[in-house]
């Protein structure tokens, strides 16, 4: 892991615990942070990913890497029951003090602690790029979906507007980082979201592993000109 006077982050090759503890040192503002580095647009993500879900009252979905809970509780507006799991503690501790309704326990996306074919729908919202094995991560994911459950992933992509796409990469690299300084409690743990981000596949391949690890119909939508994007896929 890497340090420094500010804090301290994980390196690309995510090991758990470095993740684990690099989300510790950003839990108490990490909400904040995050609607600050999004300009808001972090809010109309969240809602679209639960349209994407097409969830039912009644149902029973999983919020993988939930952190503190503000995706999760989003999800639930559906009607649904939803549980949210994350591996860093610190992040879960946050989420119990300002959403205690929210059913959140600690999961390692690798090793979900729960029986085969247990929810209805799984998704995962900006946690999937970090997880050492993504292809291990979407099969157990289908793992504790049922036969045709859903699943959405909603994850930083690649803008499809060149023009566009340099001017994201340059504030990704460059501008991101410095706004982080004056809001996040761990400032650093933002140059590994930059770095990250940039790492992580485009769309059309993100949907070559999903369609390799046990999901079908895979589809996919850009939000905000490809910033993110939404994955949809159904358990086979």
Known sequence: MSRTPQGQRAGLDKQPHEVAAMFDGVASRYDLTNTVLSFGQDRGWRRATR???DLKPGEQVLDVGAGTGVSTEELARSGAFVVGADLSLGMLYAGKRTRPQVPLLAGDALRLPFADASFDAVTISFALRNVTDTEAALREFA????PGGRLV????????????RKVYLSYLMGSLPAVARSVSSNP???VYLAESIRAWPDQPALA???ASTGW???AWRNLTGGVVALHRATRL
């Open 153 to 164: 992933v909603c994850e930083f992509s690649t803008p499809v507007n060149p023009a566009f």
């Open 188 to 190: 650093d743990a933002y």
């Open 51 to 53: 349209a994407a879900l």
């Open 216 to 218: 079908g119909a895979v």
């Open 143 to 146: 793992r504790v979906t049922r």
């Open 208 to 210: 070559e592993r999903l």
